[in-house]
């Protein structure tokens, strides 16, 4: 199906690698030129060349770190108008014991998954709403509506950012401006699998084996975790001319393990 998105321009907080790479490719694969951000330099140069190979449109790596003023700027500079913004970022440390939790734990957590996404919407929908097109996919997780102690540092600002974002969506929908949210679950990222491959090896087994122990014992139905292709799929489906009509959404993928109806 055509996403009637060629040519389009997007920004991609958070792409170099995981759920924010898997969206990238599922653009680029529409003809969407991108612009992706990272803090890690070479894995972003590497993503971005991959990107183009593959698909021939136009990527543009930006080195910053966008939890920060300075690499807001960065990254506004390189791309002033963008008809598509997809935000995410690392994930905060787990907080098995939420009395661990430091004032300069929320802060980091607030400003890189609270603040930035908001500082980017503020700046980027007035030329949306002008130009009567832009969408807009925040990348958050599954305990914003599912609160765990395990992703309190996680949750909490998503939940606020959700919260924004749909308050948002519907001054802006009658502009042809679509914001919505994507919630996943556990997916084969590069961080992932760092962590489950180092797992297997310490107890003499496989990183498949540890993903499955891991969702028998979290009881994810689907019994695995997603991928980052996947994914990026849905995010493109939320970018695309078809999204108009669906605003102010929070999508979750996670295998399942939701126990909410709606």
């Not at 590497?46 to 136009?58: F, L, R, S, W, Y």
């Not at 908001?118 to 009567?132: A, L």
């Not at 606020?160 to 401006?177: C, I």
């Not at 849905?234 to 109806?261: K, R």
Request: aromatic content about 6%; glycine content about 10%; proline content about 5%.
């Amino acid at each position: 199906m055509d996403l009637g998105i060629r040519g389009k321009k997007a920004i991609i907080n958070g792409g170099s690698a995981g759920m924010g790479k898997g969206s990238a490719i599922a653009l680029a694969r529409e003809g969407v030129d991108l612009i992706i951000s990272s803090r890690g330099k070479e894995r972003l140069e590497n993503t971005c060349e991959e990107i183009m190979k593959e698909t021939g449109v136009k990527v543009i790596p930006i080195v910053a770190d966008h939890s920060t003023d300075e690499g807001r700027e960065k990254i506004i500079n390189a791309c002033p108008n963008p008809d598509i913004l997809v935000g995410t970022c690392t994930p905060p440390k787990t907080t098995p014991d939420y009395e661990s939790i430091t004032p300069n734990d929320w802060r980091q957590a607030l400003e890189i998954s609270l603040l930035s996404p908001i500082s980017f919407m503020k700046e980027f929908i007035p030329g949306m709403v002008n130009r009567k097109w832009g969408r807009i996919v925040n990348i958050g997780t599954g305990a914003a509506k599912t609160p765990a102690e395990i992703r309190i540092l996680s949750g909490g600002p998503r939940a606020a950012l959700v919260n924004y974002s749909v308050a948002v969506s519907k001054k802006v929908a009658r502009h042809n401006v679509a914001i919505n949210n994507i919630l996943p679950g556990m997916h084969h990222t590069a961080a992932t699998e760092k962590t489950y491959q180092k797992l297997a090896e310490e107890n003499g087994t496989s990183y498949d084996e540890e993903v499955i122990k891991f969702a028998k014992k979290w009881k994810i139905p689907a019994r695995k975790f997603g991928t980052s292709q996947d994914f990026g799929d849905f995010v493109a489906m939320f970018c695309s001319e078809q999204a108009t009509y669906v605003i102010g959404q929070s999508l979750v993928i996670d295998g399942g393990i939701d126990n909410t109806t709606f």
